[in-house]
């Protein structure tokens, strides 16, 4: 199965400040069909189910605000929020769909400094 | 509106079983469906998948020979039998609407599944 490794587990940011996110695959994701690397990025805030964000390493979803932006191939993928907010404290997961076997990194727990 | 409702979840001691269902509304029901899991304070864990007709499954090699996806079309209803609990089967269960490419864009608010004596 495909391991997905995300670091880091915390990252504590300033209001305003850059939040950087990276999820490495141990094996190569893309998708040979559409020439796109198949991995996704989610939100989960407390009490709450995921929410997806980002299909295809960098396609954002419709209703996710533009500071949100994936980016990455091969196997290292990156999530970015460009400027964070209040409203971002949340656990983001990466998640690749290349196998049959579907796997999630670990997570990274996003707060304010 | 997608709407993906799971129920079923509840304590149950180890070695017992129990069965899950996620009722889903809003768009037409030939999607792969999936269910994940997430043990108290960890993280997503992929559990199974099934394909819009049923002829497909797969399962994570934790839960394989002990658990059992299915769905009923007409019913609209995706399930998942559970068997042999274990302890460690402990963890909130979602069902997830996979728009493609084992893109998860819906997910149902999860039922707790508590496995203990």
């Known amino acids: 199965d495909i391991v997905m490794t995300q670091s880091p587990e915390y990252l504590a940011v300033s209001l305003g400040e850059r939040a950087t996110i990276n999820c490495k695959s141990s094996q190569t994701v893309l998708n040979s069909s559409n020439n796109k690397n198949s991995v996704a990025w989610y939100q989960q805030k407390a009490g709450q189910p995921p929410r997806l964000l980002i299909s295809?390493?960098?396609t954002r979803e419709s209703g996710v605000p533009d500071r949100f932006s994936g980016s990455g191939s091969g196997t290292d993928f990156t999530l970015t929020i460009s400027s964070l907010q209040a409203e971002d404290v949340a656990v983001y997961y990466c998640q690749q769909g290349y196998g049959a076997v579907v796997t999630f990194g670990g997570g990274t727990k996003v707060e304010i400094k | 509106e997608v709407q993906l409702v799971e129920s079923g979840g509840g304590l149950v001691q180890p070695g017992g079983s129990l069965r899950l269902s996620c009722a889903a509304s809003?768009?037409?029901?030939?999607?792969?469906m999936h269910w994940v899991r997430q043990a108290p304070g960890k993280g997503l864990v992929w559990v199974s998948r099934i394909s819009g007709d049923g002829s497909t499954i797969t399962y994570a090699d934790s839960v394989r020979g002990r658990f059992t996806i299915s769905r009923d079309n007409a019913k609209n209803t995706l399930y998942l039998q559970m068997n042999s609990l274990r302890a460690e089967d402990t963890a909130v269960y979602y069902c997830t609407r996979d728009r493609g490419w084992h893109i998860h864009d819906y997910w149902g608010q999860g039922t707790l599944v508590t496995v203990s004596s």
């Open positions: 295809w390493a960098s």
């Open positions: 809003g768009f037409s029901f030939v999607n792969w």
